[in-house]
């Protein structure tokens, strides 16, 4: 058995909930914030068999693309010192990042 620990953009949460649903997947939803955008993230924890990994991995990767975005950035302003301004900047967003863990025991009460 494995727990697949998925974090994943909040904007593609919802749709990757319904397909791991839909496929017969558990899924544990947990609201989290990332470090460097400050955006809404959502981490997902999937418990499956061995047999089923490479399908709910199938479905992840199906769903969480990367995408660009543009997002404001702040950077000092000529002159002023502890002024800043923010600028567009474009970055990279979506996709997923994933550990999968072994797990040794499963219990369910």
Do not use: W
């Amino acid at each position: 058995m494995k727990l697949i620990i998925a974090i994943v953009q909040d904007e593609d949460s919802s749709h990757l909930i319904r397909k791991l649903m839909d496929g017969g997947y558990g899924v544990t939803k947990l609201a989290t914030t990332g470090g460097f955008l400050r955006s809404g993230n959502t981490t997902l924890l999937v418990g499956v068999d061995d047999e089923q990994f490479d399908g709910a991995m199938a479905i992840i990767e199906d769903i969480c693309k990367s995408r660009k975005q543009i997002a404001t950035s702040p950077s000092p302003m000529s002159g002023s010192t502890g002024v800043y301004v923010p600028y567009p900047i474009e970055v990279v967003v979506g996709g997923a990042t994933i550990f999968v863990l072994n797990v040794e025991k499963f219990i369910k009460i």
